[in-house]
T-cell receptor, first 115, second 111 residues
Framework: EAGVAQSPRYKIIEKRQSVAFWCNPI?????LYWYQQILGQGPKLLIQ????????DSQLPKDRFSAERLKGVDSTLKIQPAKLEDSAVYLC?????????????FGEGSRLTVL | GNSVTQMEGPVTLSEEAFLTINCTYT??????LFWYVQYPGEGLQLLLK?????DKGSNKGFEATYRKETTSFHLEKGSVQVSDSAVYFC??????????FGTGTSLTVIP
């Protein structure tokens, strides 16, 4: 089966500019996550979707970050305006398998550099 | 609350050495536990998992046993190879399908 697709793989922008990342999860996976991974740290959850509804966005900086999953399939994460500290890899993942024991499938990530 | 603590890195070993990466967790209830691995330039991928106490997960020569009494899930491998060089993340899944990750341990294996 096809894996989780993300684009772009790399993006360089200047601070205060905007950027959008796209994710297409594995077909049939209802739960989708966006994580931020700063160099040397573990993934930090930004937002979790169940179909097209938000399950958890408590750690999403809502003044600058937004995410949507309109049809319950692919998802977009936007940052506007970007700050230097947003430089990170943005990981998309979808959940397969039974509840509470399922496996997360990750995309390759989108690396953002803010200058 | 839920959290995962894993040993600080980086870890550097010679080929064929024994590997242990410690992981302990705090959780309400009985979570499933995971080890994910991130090879250079790649995304995270599942290495192994255990879904209940005393379960042993294993894959590619790596093993980890779910120890409820010590709230631990240490990763071990008897003989590491250069190709095992990667970052290893311990994680748990809690109610609501929420995942909690450790900070990662970088492993470098030298020939």
């Amino acid at each position: 089966e096809a894996g989780v697709a993300q684009s772009p793989r790399y993006k360089i922008i200047e601070k205060r500019q905007s950027v959008a990342f796209w994710c297409n999860p594995i077909s049939g996976h209802a739960t989708l996550y966006w994580y931020q991974q700063i160099l040397g740290q573990g993934p930090k959850l930004l937002i979790q979707f169940q179909n097209n509804g938000v399950v958890d966005d408590s750690q999403l900086p809502k003044d600058r970050f937004s995410a949507e999953r309109l049809k319950g399939v692919d998802s977009t994460l936007k940052i506007q305006p970007a700050k230097l500290e947003d430089s990170a890899v943005y990981l998309c993942a979808s959940l397969g398998g039974p509840t509470f024991s399922g496996e997360l499938f990750f995309g390759e990530g989108s690396r953002l550099t803010v200058l | 609350g839920n959290s995962v603590t894993q040993m600080e890195g980086p870890v550097t070993l010679s080929e064929e050495a024994f590997l242990t990466i410690n992981c302990t967790y705090t959780a309400t209830g009985y979570p499933s536990l995971f080890w994910y691995v991130q090879y250079p330039g790649e995304g995270l991928q599942l290495l192994l998992k255990a879904t209940k106490a005393d379960d042993k997960g294993s894959n590619k020569g790596f093993e980890a046993t779910y120890r409820k009494e010590t709230t631990s899930f240490h990763l071990e491998k008897g003989s590491v190879q250069v190709s095992d060089s990667a970052v290893y993340f311990c994680a748990l899944i809690a109610t609501g399908n929420q995942f909690y990750f450790g900070t990662g341990t970088s492993l470098t294996v030298i020939p």
